[in-house]
């Protein structure tokens, strides 16, 4: 059992009491999963807060936005937009003020079982229980959840050893065939390893370098790739992870042609100035001599306001 009093400001642990406190009312159960309990246990705070509900989270959303007030007291504000993926069973809250910490959305998610039919294609999903829920995901310091209901308020599940890899610094994947069935993972096991000091063990390296070798990542959908190496660019050290992935062969096969980042060191601090994820790319592209159009552009996808911002930025570079 994690205690959450000594690890979280007393507003907030109050908020999540009074969140598991409702959906009990509500009729269902949920907990915080993915980066938030991996965070905590590092000693960190974390900005995603994910809430996966037991049952369909979409069904138990209207009612506790159509009593907020009386749930939480009055004490927290209300959301002022939902956004609902029906596809998927998940839904965001946002909210005009903080609730705590700055944080202004909120994630819900289906506990759910996917299956990928086809590597780098979406997944087939399916409502399913939480230990299928955690077993879908992709690293085992990602597979934590902490319970918010009453009665077992702040009890850990962790099912794959992600606190055993936590305390070792490891990243670990689930099962053999995690790369495979979505090769978005090798940039995120990279960037993870670089923000968190982490390195893989040793079977989840074999398999990575085995699909970085196949050349996995060409199997995503160019939109997919794109908005996976965006979530690179916006790490709080983004040169940091993108040595990260030069290291492992990756950035090499996202943007061909960059000469070596070391070479770059002296303008690292050039790159955690540039204020937005366009400009990262856009100084990528200017250093490995891409013009913005052809293969560039049809490669991630790029919508016409992300390639206008591309060609202001360029011309300012």
Not at 39 to 66: F, N, W, Y
Not at 115 to 141: C, E, H, M, N
């Amino acid at each position: 059992m994690i205690d959450l009093n000594l690890q979280l400001e007393p507003g907030e642990r109050r908020f999540y009491a009074l969140m598991g406190e409702a959906l009990e009312q509500l009729g269902t159960s949920a907990h915080l999963v993915g980066g938030f309990p991996r965070d905590l246990l590092l000693g960190k705070t974390s900005q995603d807060v994910d809430l996966v509900i037991e049952g369909e989270a979409l069904r138990i959303l209207p009612p506790l936005r159509a009593e907020w007030v009386d749930y939480f007291k009055g004490e927290y504000p209300a959301p002022t937009k939902a956004i609902a993926f029906k596809r998927y069973g998940t839904a965001k809250l946002y909210f005009a003020e903080p609730l705590f910490r700055g944080i202004t959305q909120l994630d819900f998610a289906s506990t759910r079982s996917e299956i990928y039919p086809t590597s780098g294609k979406a997944p087939q999903v399916t409502f399913s229980d939480l230990a299928a829920d955690l077993a879908r995901r992709d690293f085992s310091i990602n597979a934590l959840a902490i319970a918010i209901a009453p009665a077992s308020f702040s009890t850990l599940t962790d099912q794959f050893n992600g606190l055993r890899d936590l305390r070792s610094k490891k990243i670990a994947v689930l099962h053999g065939g995690s790369f495979q069935d979505d090769p978005a993972r090798l940039i995120r096991a990279s960037r993870l390893a670089a923000r968190l000091d982490f390195s893989l063990e040793p079977e989840t390296l074999r398999l990575f370098q085995q699909a970085v070798q196949q050349q996995f990542l060409n199997r995503l959908p160019g939109a997919r790739l794109f908005d996976e190496f965006r979530k690179a660019l916006v790490e709080p050290d983004p040169f940091r992870a993108l040595l990260a992935l030069e290291s492992s062969g990756i950035l090499a096969q996202i943007v061909p042609g960059l000469p070596d980042l070391q070479s770059k060191a002296g303008d690292s601090s050039k790159l955690v100035e540039l204020d937005s994820y366009l400009a990262l790319f856009a100084q990528l592209l200017v250093w490995g001599k891409h013009e913005l159009r052809g293969e560039v552009v049809s490669k991630f996808s790029l919508t016409e306001l992300q390639i206008s911002e591309l060609q202001k930025i360029q011309q300012q570079l």
